[in-house]
């Protein structure tokens, strides 16, 4: 298991299975290395390279890897699976003030204050809600609360930096990330989807394993928590359909209510001025109907095995994904994505 966070997964399954011994190994990403790189470009490089943790899977150096769910792609290396989702934390993002500006919001600062983001679909998103104000790049930050990725230096001298210096009067990070971290205390608000729209995955941690280790998975598949795994793959396979990542601004936002799930989507140009959004639900009743527990590598959905959760549900889920991607498509996403596409690669 990486080193981190995982130290919380590592608990829950110390907690169920007190005779298992788990022992957390270390390991660093090229991530961790490129401190001066925009990271929707470092992203495409870790994932080009295999350094989510398969390499190590595949050695038999580790068993399990913990990741945030939103930086593991929707197609998964062969012989690979996310074993389990966990409850998700807020997904939303997260302002934090410079210290001259507390008590303030977004709407409140003053005009042509600098924000920092280092996510184009955060600032495509705020730079249309907030025009007043002015969205630059970072090129540091935590990352969407995972614990064992792009860890890019420590978070207490990111936030010592903007406390000190006058260059940002806010940064935007993920919520999820700052109270695993322990940094509730500098969330001075919570954007909420009518002004930014989460990252598909944000704010879940994933367990990935190798799909043919059955003791393994049946082991880590308690841990999937049924709401959670619905909704991310609904997510999933919006982004897989409209062929997305990092590279484009892509957004999402769901909730499961009376049995049925919502699944929200949204793709943006660069700037936010060009943008569709489109909204579809389906029922999903029986997720929590335990229907089998026969661990077969090729009943994934978008990279998940979670075998006891209702199929029937999964594959509603998943099925509203794609139809939301279909409908953005056959309106235009496919040419807003590729414009987004071109001008952040001529960067």
């Known amino acids: 298991m990486l080193s981190g966070s995982v130290d919380g997964v590592a608990a829950k399954l110390k907690e169920l299975y007190p005779d298992v011994h788990l022992e957390i190994v270390g390991m660093s990403t090229t991530g961790d290395k490129i401190l001066d790189t925009a990271l929707s470009k470092v992203r495409q490089q870790i994932r080009g390279s295999c350094i989510y943790g398969p390499c190590s899977c595949l050695s038999h150096r ?14 998964l290396p062969p012989g690979f699976t996310i074993g389990a989702v966990l409850e998700r934390e807020n997904p939303h993002d997260a302002v934090v003030l410079h210290p001259k500006h507390v008590g303030k919001t977004l709407e409140t600062l003053p005009e042509n204050s600098v924000i920092g983001t280092s996510s184009l679909r955060r600032a495509a998103q705020l730079k249309k809600r907030f025009p007043q104000l002015e969205f630059k790049d970072i090129h540091f930050g935590l990352r969407g609360g995972c614990y064992c990725r792009l860890q890019r230096g420590n978070l207490n001298t990111r936030l010592k930096k ?37 990252a598909v995955g944000q704010g879940a941690l994933a367990v990935e394993v190798r799909a ?25 396979a919006f982004l897989r359909h409209l062929e997305g990542g990092c590279s484009v601004p892509v ?20 700037d936010g001025s060009d943008s569709l959004k489109e909204t579809m639900q389906t029922g ?58 071109q001008l952040n690669d001529a960067r």
């Open 212 to 236: 043919r280790d059955a003791d393994i998975l049946e082991m880590v598949s308690v841990l999937h928590h049924p709401e959670t795994v619905l909704r991310c793959i609904a997510e999933r």
């Open 62 to 75: 580790v068993d399990l890897v913990v990741h945030s769910l939103k930086d593991l792609p929707t197609t």
């Open 284 to 341: 999903v009743a029986a997720a929590d109907k335990k229907v089998t527990s026969e661990v077969d590598e090729g009943v994934q959905r978008v990279g998940v095995t979670a075998s006891k959760i209702s199929g029937e549900a999964q594959n509603k889920a998943e099925r509203l994904g794609v139809d939301l991607a279909k409908l953005l498509l056959s309106k235009g996403a496919k040419e807003i994505l590729t414009v987004a596409r």
């Open 251 to 270: 957004a999402v936002h769901t909730e499961v209510k009376d049995s049925q799930l919502y699944l929200t989507g949204a793709v943006y140009s660069l």
């Open 162 to 198: 903007l406390d000190e210096k006058e260059d940002y009067a806010a940064i935007i990070l993920a919520a999820a990330g700052l109270r695993r971290m322990g940094w509730d205390n500098r969330i001075s608000q919570i954007l909420g989807p009518e002004d930014c729209m989460y």
